[in-house]
């Protein structure tokens, strides 16, 4: 099963503000400045408005009734893991990949739920008496089945497809929904006149590999026939934090990608902080025209959790870059290399020199931060980013 809880921050801020239901609401940027749309209520997204639009172009398209608001990520998080706990009600095996979306394990849960049906209405009953919100649920015999359901039925669906369905629910659907097609695999595809899922599945696995290269035509042909990773990893396995955001158009200012860049950083280091880990690998993601997607890594020196630290090794690696001031499509950053942010390392005595104090005041500074917003809640406090 994947769960997708429908416009995430923008439901919470309406639920906790009843007066703001019914209207345009944006969480992210203000209007004026320069920053981005984190995310935004269904009503805002019926003028075009989405998620990475920069706000002044949000602002041009909305009427003078909306509601802008700063994110809450402190509040965000505490009603993710509220609806987390929720789901281990139905399953144990549960993989939340992000903020607002899960994979879970419900094979067997038949006998003591019912139906595939029932399992998925289970799962949002729960969460809409205990939280209010909603959530769009997909099910079927493996992740990318399961996650094309739940997109299908945005928002506030169900759709269960059984395995003797697959076939009949994907040869329908555009190329663009199979994993890895993008700007630079769809004129191809388009070429060879394959405009379907099932244009691709009549397809010889030897011509997409001759079209695509070995790697991509399998995989294409693969997931043509619905086979795919079925596999739920639990949280305690994750293997890092990231975040990541595509623009809906692709984006050359380097003040709206260092904003949105720092916006990802805040988010990887709240959560990390909020489950007690520290990482010491950072990771930039871009994601180039046509389709080429690059990451780049560097090793700290000690594990890190701070917002300012992890945001300031993604943009150095950004700058260093041989892509700098090529188009950008998506950027993100993520957090690994774990050890427990609570089990704090011995300083060496011999040692040389103090620890960088920049380090040690931004981790306070971090506390601080997430302290004021626990117990204060609306968006009241959140890092600057200095301009270039």
């Known amino acids: 099963m994947h769960l997708d809880l429908d416009a995430f921050y923008a439901a919470i ?3 906790d503000h009843p007066e703001w239901r019914g209207r345009p609401l944006v969480v992210g940027a203000q209007p004026g400045g320069r920053g981005v749309v984190a995310t935004c209520s269904y009503e805002a ?6 998620s990475a639009m920069p706000i002044a172009q949000a602002a041009r398209r909305l009427p003078p009734e909306t509601i802008y608001r700063r994110p809450d990520m402190a509040r965000y998080a505490e009603v993710s893991q509220q609806i987390m706990r929720l789901l281990q009600q139905l399953s144990p095996l549960i993989e939340q990949v992000s903020i607002d979306e899960a994979y879970l394990d419900v094979s067997g849960l038949e006998r003591l739920i019912g139906t595939p049906q029932q399992i998925g209405e289970r799962a949002k009953a729960l969460i809409k008496d205990k939280t209010g919100l909603t959530a769009s649920v997909g099910i079927g015999p493996n992740r990318l089945i399961a996650k094309l359901a739940s997109e299908t039925s945005k928002p506030d669906g169900l759709r269960v497809v059984e395995a003797e369905q697959v076939q009949a629910f994907l040869d329908p659907m555009p190329i663009s929904v199979l994993r890895g097609v993008g700007t630079k695999t769809t004129p191809r595809l388009l070429a060879m006149g394959l405009k379907t ?10 011509r997409l590999r001759q079209a695509l290269g070995a790697r991509a035509g399998t995989a294409l042909h693969l997931q043509a026939r619905g086979i795919a990773d079925d596999a739920v990893q639990p949280v305690t396995q994750r293997q890092s934090i990231s975040k990541e955001t595509t623009f809906g158009e692709d984006v050359t200012d380097e003040q709206q990608l260092r904003e949105t860049l720092h916006w990802a950083a805040q988010e990887v280091g709240y959560l990390a902080r909020h489950q007690a880990l520290a990482g010491a690998l950072v990771t930039l993601k871009l994601r180039l025209q046509p389709f080429e997607t690059h990451s780049r890594s ?9 917002d300012q630290l992890i945001f ?4 150095e690696l950004f700058a260093s870059s041989p892509w700098r001031g090529r188009p950008v499509r998506l950027i993100g950053v993520g957090l690994s290399g774990w050890e427990p942010a ?4 011995q300083p060496d005595l011999f040692a040389a020199s103090e620890p960088q104090p920049s380090t040690l005041t931004t981790d306070k500074l971090d506390q601080t931060l997430d302290a004021i917003r626990d117990k204060l809640g609306d968006g009241l406090i959140q890092r600057g980013v200095r301009r270039s």
């Not at 997204?45 to 989405?50: A, L, P, S, T, W």
């Not at 609570?342 to 390392?345: G, I, K, L, V």
């Open 13 to 15: 801020e309406q639920r």
């Open 45 to 50: 997204r019926r003028y075009g408005v989405h």
């Open 197 to 206: 899922v099932g244009d691709v599945r009549h397809q010889p696995l030897e």
């Open 298 to 306: 560097r090793t700290l020196s000690q594990r890190t959790a701070s």
């Open 312 to 315: 300031q090794t993604a943009w």
């Open 342 to 345: 609570a089990c704090p390392t």
